[in-house]
């Protein structure tokens, strides 16, 4: 097992390309629900290329439905990387995603294919390009400069959550992941530890590893990436993608969510780390914790896989995809149909100001390091589920350029 203290250091590629050596790459960037995969996938119709994954849940095989994943029938024959791929109980971090995404990318050019990055995870993003991952730390560091180096305004996406009155379990933990940082502050230091805990839960970057010299200031700088990059940022307005996220939702619930949610749902089970951090599992743990053994479905633990089911996990999912249609249609206010409601909208609120997160930091990315990035709109695309526009708009912006030595076909 890799050590938790390996430096984080570049992998051994070389010398540093020139401008004129650097392999050419596409970020498709925007918020949950733009219409990033679909841009993506159809620019294949007129580009030899290859999508590589840059959603932090949809790098984990399962909760297809929640994550959603562009189904096989969706991918259209295009080649996916990193999607569905890593085990969802082991945290795939921005130093993992980087170190899978490099080879790739070089077989992908090897193959005279365009490398197409989608996603809306940034950090993943930022340190595939950036030469620099932030290094070592120091006792000065605040969330400010956290926030500030990962090109965060706010916390993000997830977020560890200790017991305020229960340092010494705060500590210990540090102590188990970073024992250089741990050694650095006071045990009863609740707020650094909990700070350091983060850091560490969002990136994969040890604490006491997070600053060195100039490597702050160099994260995300274009002058410095690895790849000459084209930026498009698919981008919708706030009504249009707040409708789209509630009507995405509940799709989602018609799907079989619920079923994906129920297979993973373990009362003892780490939610701060791999995928059981997705929107849209936490929030149904009250429901579930309620409805299981209300219906005779309890399970038991289990030292080898964690848990146990007391009936099939084939019977639990029909009997709940079934029951859970007859909760939503109940006409009286029972307790499991305010629990279930109620965890749906949290999915649709949580989900509405992930938007808004995303959105903000890519006008970060170009504000603080200067991303030259290409705005397509997707408005009439989400309305009318039609992507030939942003196709058009795509070519029509000056960046026929870029995809010129890739061309297969003209419109």
Same mark, same amino acid.
């Given at each position: 097992m890799e050590s938790l203290v390996t430096s984080l250091s570049n992998?051994?590629?070389?010398?540093?390309?020139?401008? =004129?050596?650097?392999?050419?790459?596409?970020v498709i960037m925007g918020a949950t629900g733009a219409g990033k995969s679909r841009l993506a996938i159809d620019l294949a119709d007129y580009f +030899?290329?290859?999508?590589?994954?840059?959603?932090?849940?949809q790098v984990y095989s399962g909760l297809d439905v929640l994550t959603n994943?562009?189904?096989?029938? =969706?991918?259209?024959? $295009? /080649? &996916?990387?990193?999607?569905?791929?890593?085990?969802?109980?082991?945290?795939?971090?921005?130093?993992?995603?980087?170190?899978?995404?490099? +080879?790739?990318?070089?077989?992908?050019?090897?193959?005279? &294919?365009? +490398?197409v990055i989608v996603g809306g995870t940034n950090y993943y993003i930022q340190a595939l390009l950036s030469p620099f991952l932030v290094d070592e730390s120091t006792n000065s560091m605040d969330d400010g400069s956290i926030r500030k180096a990962l090109g965060e305004e706010e916390h993000p996406d997830f977020q560890v959550h200790y017991e305020e009155n229960n340092c010494s379990y705060s500590f210990d933990h540090l102590k188990d992941v970073d024992p250089v940082a741990a050694a650095r502050i006071h045990p009863n230091n609740l707020?650094?530890?909990? #700070?350091?805990?983060?850091?560490y839960a969002h990136s994969g970057i040890l604490p006491s590893k997070f600053y060195q010299e100039k490597t702050v200031e160099n994260w995300g700088r274009v002058e410095n990436f690895r790849y000459h990059c084209c930026f498009i940022c698919v981008d919708a307005s706030l009504p249009v993608l707040d409708q789209y996220v509630e009507e995405r939702v509940d799709v989602m619930v018609d799907r079989g969510l619920l079923n994906e949610v129920c297979d993973i749902y373990n009362i003892n089970a780490d939610y701060t780390r791999g995928l059981r #951090?997705?929107?849209?599992?936490?929030?149904?743990?009250?429901f579930l914790r309620v409805y299981l053994p209300e219906v005779g479905h309890a399970r038991v633990n289990d030292s080898d896989c964690g848990f146990i089911y007391l009936v099939p996990p084939d019977k639990i999912n029909q009997d709940l995809e079934e029951n859970m249609k007859e909760i939503l249609r109940s006409a009286t206010e029972n307790r499991l149909k305010v629990l279930l409601e109620g965890a749906i909208d949290n999915v649709k609120a949580n989900t509405r100001r992930l938007v808004r997160r995303q959105k903000r930091r890519?006008?970060?990315? #170009?504000?603080?390091?200067?991303?030259?990035?290409?705005? $397509?709109?997707?408005?009439?695309?989400?309305?009318? /589920?039609?992507?030939?526009?942003?196709i058009l708009s795509v070519i029509s912006r000056g960046l026929w350029g870029f995809f010129l030595p890739f061309t297969v076909q003209i419109f």
């Open positions: 992998p051994s590629d070389g010398e540093p390309r020139s401008d =004129e050596e650097k392999p050419m790459v596409v +030899p290329i290859e999508i590589i994954n840059a959603d932090s849940m994943k562009v189904t096989l029938d =969706e991918q259209k024959g $295009v /080649t &996916h990387h990193l999607l569905g791929t890593e085990n969802p109980n082991v945290e795939f971090t921005a130093k993992l995603f980087r170190d899978s995404a490099i +080879p790739l990318i070089d077989e992908i050019c090897s193959r005279h &294919h365009l +490398p707020r650094k530890i909990n #700070q350091y805990l983060n850091l #951090q997705a929107i849209g599992v936490r929030e149904f743990e009250n890519i006008q970060r990315l #170009q504000v603080l390091y200067g991303w030259d990035i290409n705005f $397509v709109d997707s408005t009439e695309a989400i309305l009318c /589920t039609n992507v030939s526009r942003m």
